[in-house]
């Protein structure tokens, strides 16, 4: 790929954000990652901040006799949705990257929507960092909870 | 090595269960070597998973599966009787960026085990062992949970064949 398309993608990227932040949609902004769609990621403003959802999905199954929903999914959702909170909060220009991610479980994901809410604690020149949680019934009885750095 | 009957039995039912079944099949992964305390697998590229559209590397979330999918696995094969040990926690470091249309390798590994947890590493990489993609650490709970139910799984499984049973385990109804 060449410098100049590499360019053009960019800005494309900042308008399509930058769009969204006007319209207020985070939503837009979670279809611009693929993977998104993948797992079937939402996100939407409620009461001021981010809200993401991750409904229930036959392909997002990590046990199946129980069922619950897989430990993975659980993180890459967590993780996407820091990625997501950085990507609409914070006024930078790229796609943060992200350097780790430390995971806790709680409770086991029962097969039914997960919600989540991140939290960005430190934004410095290069490195942010974001927590994240997901419950299902209650967000007092998490079921996961995420810590992870993003360099921007 | 002598002739281990348990993983002998159990090898292709964990094979089974993580890639015929939920979202081990949907990224379509594959084991490629299961012993007593190491998995490897690996994950073909696919563009679905992709997490950064400018430059087509796949999300973390992706290596947080694969992970997490291998260290797991590793772990219920310590256990006497294999079984699900729940995970208490993982943490992954993103060394560098995954190279967009290349297989990942995946390979874990237990290297402790108490009474009650069990301790796993597990390394990501594409064309260079040394110079991995992300490490993990990851630990297990060892619960007195009843041994995986294999059959359970097959039940679920041919349910999805039948019309008839395909509405209760479809992700199109709506949990309202």
């Known amino acids: 790929m060449s410098a100049e398309q590499t360019k053009h993608q960019l800005e494309d990227w900042q308008e399509s954000v930058a769009a969204a932040r006007l319209e207020k949609c985070p939503q837009s902004v979670m279809e611009m990652i693929p993977y998104a769609a993948f797992i079937g990621a939402q996100a939407k403003i409620e009461n001021d901040r981010l809200l993401y959802r991750l409904d229930k999905r036959a392909t997002n199954i990590g046990n199946p006799s129980l069922p619950a929903i897989h430990g993975g999914v659980i993180g890459g959702f967590l993780e996407l949705s820091a990625a997501i909170e950085i990507i609409y909060s914070l006024d930078i220009a790229t796609v943060p990257k992200v350097v780790d991610f430390s995971l806790d479980y709680l409770r086991a994901g029962r097969y039914k929507t997960i919600y989540a809410k991140c939290n960005i604690l430190r934004q410095g020149k290069k490195l942010v960092n974001v927590t994240a949680s997901a419950w299902q019934d209650d967000e007092n009885t998490p079921i996961a909870t995420a810590r992870c750095h993003f360099l921007i | ?176």
């Open chain 2, 1 to 176: 090595m002598a002739f281990d009957m348990t993983m002998a039995l159990f090898r292709p039912a964990l094979k089974y269960a993580m890639e015929k079944n939920g979202h081990g099949k949907t990224l379509g992964l594959k084991m490629t070597e299961i012993n007593r305390g190491e998995i490897n697998l690996v994950f073909p590229y696919k563009e679905e998973v992709v997490g950064n559209p400018l430059t087509g590397v796949v999300h973390g979330g992706v290596i947080v599966s694969l992970l997490d999918t291998a260290c797991g696995s590793a772990a219920m094969t310590v256990l006497k009787t294999p079984a699900v040990a729940p995970t208490m926690d993982l943490r992954l470091d993103y060394m560098h960026p995954a190279e967009p249309n290349k297989p990942i390798y995946v390979e874990a590994k237990v290297y402790r085990q108490t009474s009650n947890v069990i301790f796993c590493r597990g390394l990501a990489w594409q064309e260079d062992k040394e110079n991995p993609i992300a490490h993990c650490v990851a630990n297990f709970m060892k619960v007195d949970s009843k041994s995986i139910n294999f059959s359970a799984i097959a039940v679920t499984q041919l349910r999805r064949l039948m019309p008839w049973g395909r509405r209760a385990t479809s992700d199109k109804e709506s949990d309202k």
